[in-house]
């Protein structure tokens, strides 16, 4: 048994998925007390009700806040290379294309992803995950997408695997072989999806464990609908659930799409339209949005708003990545929503927590304080989590808990 005491404001997130328009609304408990048992929440509520024996093991919260442990459900966190040089590029008003036709762009990170070994790119993940656990995430997922040969991809997806054995943060794996066409196989998409949508390629996959979605970039400088249709569906009979980067660039139906395959989630959404809304609304498919990539990139960011107002359960993650949004940190990404995309903190808390978990299918055990879910709980030193997001790029986790333990504390 473990007491957590002295909160002062209990952040209570319903279980996941939450409709837009209720994510404003959660309730908070003032002076409030845990008690987790084994990985679970057994109970919590006004620490003057609280009943727990003496000896427990407690954590004193200090007055501090206490919200579920962050879920990032969008990530490409293992890759090699590092892409500075193109990022003074831009900024200097080189286009992406251009930068792709120099050379530049996603090839730098594919030619490194490739080069590497397998236990180099776990070296090169591990503190970046070190770090995600610091501001207090809790589950990320992680694609491949950076290999673009079978065995390239499958090594990226080995490396999630055993990054989830080497750390605390719960890892989930997307095969996203379907990122971009290599230089190898140019004009031939179909040609080289054939080859990354074998059987033999996606019963690996499934055999060995190492992916539990399949990802597609739906838009037109990567694979078409019916390209996406088609990888999703194969990939589908071995059981890996559907996912898009849809609607970034342009609009092209891709969310249409995703409502069509069942997908757990639509991601990007920049362009999305009021028929893609409808569908997304139809299909229960959850809307997961960016704001750090608009953000590094300085475009303009997805309509959160009417999505909220459309009643579509709306997710936040980092996107993390060497070319488009190099941000490892979930609050800071919060933070963009809030200013950016005028998200309240509440609603933006329950993006990264009960929405994301939906995203990722694991709203029945995480994403929320709710009784007899798992305890994976972020204990912050400031008293409201408004402040956690208004006070932007500010170290506020003082304690992060996954499934009962405590796995980071930060030092005095
Ligand atoms: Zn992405």
């Not at 090699?80 to 050379?103: D, H, K, L, M, N």
Request: charged content about 20%; hydrophobic content about 45%.
């Amino acid at each position: 048994m473990l007491i957590i005491k002295n909160i002062a404001e209990l952040v209570v997130v319903p279980p996941g998925p939450v409709p837009g328009r209720k994510m404003n609304h959660v309730p908070c408990i003032p002076s409030a007390a845990m008690v987790l048992e084994d990985d679970r929440i057994a109970w919590f509520g006004s620490q003057a009700d609280l009943h727990a024996p003496s000896n427990a093991e407690t954590i004193d919260a200090h007055g501090g806040c206490v919200i579920p442990g962050l879920i990032d459900c969008h990530t490409h966190t293992v890759f090699a290379g590092t892409r500075e040089a193109e990022f003074v590029e831009r900024i200097q008003g080189r286009s992406y294309e251009e930068i792709a036709q120099a050379g530049g762009g996603i090839r730098v990170t594919v030619d490194a992803v490739r080069k590497a070994t397998r236990d180099e790119l776990i070296d090169l993940a591990l503190p970046r995950l070190k770090r995600m656990l610091t501001h207090g995430v809790t589950t990320v997922e992680i694609k491949s997408g950076y290999g673009l040969t079978v065995e390239d991809e499958i090594k990226m997806l080995q490396a999630v695997k055993r990054l989830a054995g080497l750390q605390p943060i719960e890892l989930v794996g997307t095969y996203l072989a379907a990122h971009t066409t290599p230089r190898e196989f140019a004009d031939r998409s179909d040609a080289y999806l054939d080859t990354v949508f074998s059987d033999t390629a996606l019963a690996r996959i499934r055999d060995e464990r190492l992916a539990e979605f399949c990802d597609v970039f739906c838009e037109k400088t990567a694979f078409s609908v019916a390209q996406s249709r088609r990888v999703l569906t194969a990939a589908k009979r071995f059981g890996l659930l559907p996912r898009l980067h849809a609607d970034q660039i342009t609009q092209m139906g891709a969310t249409r799409l995703a409502a069509e395959v069942g997908a757990l989630s639509a991601d990007h959404l920049e362009h999305i339209d009021d028929a893609g809304i409808a569908a997304l609304n139809q299909a229960g498919t959850v809307a997961v949005l960016l704001p750090a990539c608009s953000f590094f990139l300085g475009v303009p960011q997805a309509p959160a708003r009417k999505l909220i107002q459309a009643d579509l359960p709306v997710a936040i993650a980092t996107d993390c990545n060497p070319g488009s949004s190099m941000v490892e940190s979930l609050p800071l990404t919060l933070s963009i929503a809030c200013t950016q995309m005028q998200m309240t903190p509440t609603e933006c808390l329950v993006a990264a927590t009960a929405n994301a978990a939906a995203a990722l299918r694991r709203n029945d055990r995480i994403g929320a304080i709710a009784k007899r879910y798992q305890s994976d709980i972020t204990i912050l030193d400031i008293s409201s989590h408004n402040r956690f997001l208004y006070e932007i790029g500010r170290y506020f986790v003082a304690t992060v808990i996954k499934a009962g333990k405590v796995v980071y504390r930060r030092s005095a």
